[in-house]
């Protein structure tokens, strides 16, 4: 396999990208690549180390050397599993801050095309089907109301939520889409030939279930014939 074969997941936080991603690439037998760990594990190393988060220089220079893998579900930079530390809110605003640097997103893009060389991903973030992999084979767009992502965020055990900070939750879930929705380099927007799936009245499951069925994807994806209309829509009721 030389050409990679991707599915990209994008859409913003809270809308259960982590968990259609990996039950798609277990269905498949491809890699899943979480590609907000990589903002957030750089995010964290820049914490770690006291970097200033407008220093763009100093955290692209670490965006390069910093040793990381993010693959299934584990997140290791430069030897140490930080799997559970990057979720934090602290390390959410960090990720976020990081993930605005052209030169970061630069360094990541290239790391992330690397990670896709020769085999089979389900890669998720933000603009994965608009920059990444502008020729994936399948994109996929979920969204969700504010409310229900919010709702999904704060009952997250790996976020260490809780339901009573749900209202702290969403102000945070907010501010942190305007920057992602907003910002000069790669915002997050609708691929145009993406399926976009409104997931706030399905649970999880069900998309995934959904998306398989659509897509065809019990083939490899190679083999499809990935016509899309543009931007469908697709509702579970
Ligand atoms: O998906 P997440 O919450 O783990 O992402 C962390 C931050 O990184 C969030 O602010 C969005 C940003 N991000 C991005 O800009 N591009 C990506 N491909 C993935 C995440």
Redesign the pocket.
């Known amino acids: 396999m030389d050409r990679p074969v991707v599915i990209a997941i994008?859409g913003p936080?809270?809308v259960g990208?982590?968990t259609v991603s990996r039950a798609l690439a277990r269905a498949l037998g491809y890699t899943h690549v979480?590609?907000?760990?990589?903002?957030?594990a750089v995010?964290w190393a820049a914490h770690q180390r006291g970097l200033s988060l407008i220093d763009e220089d100093a955290v692209s220079a670490l965006a390069a050397t910093l040793q990381l893998t993010v693959e299934d579900g584990l997140v290791v930079a430069d030897g140490t599993d930080i799997t559970r530390a990057?979720?934090t809110p602290d390390i959410?605003r960090a990720?976020?801050a990081?993930?605005?640097m052209p030169k970061v997103?630069e360094i990541?893009?290239d790391r992330?095309r690397a990670l896709a060389r020769g085999r089979g991903v389900v890669m998720?973030?933000?603009?994965?089907g608009t920059v990444?992999f502008p020729d994936a084979d399948v994109k996929i767009y979920l969204d969700a109301s504010p409310e229900e992502r919010a709702r999904r965020r704060a009952a997250d055990p790996a976020h260490g939520g809780g339901p009573q900070e749900l209202a702290a939750v969403a102000t945070a879930l907010a501010a942190?889409d305007k920057?992602?929705s907003t910002?000069s380099v790669?915002p997050?927007m609708v691929a145009p030939d993406a399926i976009v799936v409104d997931t706030t009245d399905i649970p999880v499951d069900a998309v995934v279930a959904r998306v398989m069925e659509k897509q065809e994807l019990t083939k490899p994806p190679a083999a499809l014939a990935v016509s899309q209309p543009p931007a469908t829509v697709l509702r579970a009721k």
Request: charged share 40%; net charge positive.
């Open positions: 994008d936080s809270g990208k982590g979480d590609t907000g760990a990589m903002y957030r995010g990057v979720r959410d990720a976020t990081v993930a605005r997103r990541l893009v992330q998720e973030g933000r603009d994965i990444v942190r920057i992602d910002r790669s997050l």
